[in-house]
């Protein structure tokens, strides 16, 4: 992964973790996450409603409100695949995994950057969102903190 914003990537996080309690959909399997705006691809088999929408985007602006601290921990491969989908991790991760924690809110396998607390992420906005080629698509931006 390269030089991705810390704040993109830890919204993707807070944005990713609220569609999947919402609507038990899987983690992104793409995600293209860049300073001014990002998109993740998800497993689903319908777009959202413009309500649906908000919806999430407010859950995820009341958890940047909320101001978790973002915290890392290294679990063996075996204890994380016990707990996570690792599938799109890397082998060469090695043994060690690192799982990325807002507070209680999402923990989520990841090797990238992130801020030190949510509150840094600024608030995030859904630009759109679609299903294309059997996947739902969201757009989404920061506006800063
Ligand atoms: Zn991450």
Known sequence: MKDIDPRMHTAEHLL????????????PFTTHL????SKADYRFAR????????????????????DLPVREEYLSREEAAAQFDLSRLPDAAGDRVRVVHCGNADACP??????????????????????????????????EP
């Open 16 to 27: 990713s973790g609220t569609l999947v309690a919402m609507f038990g959909m899987g983690r």
């Open 34 to 37: 860049e300073k001014k705006k």
């Open 47 to 66: 777009t959202l409603t413009e309500e649906e929408a908000r919806s999430v985007e407010e859950r995820v602006n009341a958890l940047i409100d909320a």
């Open 110 to 143: 990841c090797s990238g950057p992130h801020v030190a607390s949510t509150k840094q992420c600024g608030r995030i906005r859904l630009i759109s969102w679609s299903y294309e080629d059997g996947a739902l698509r969201v757009r989404f931006r920061l506006e």
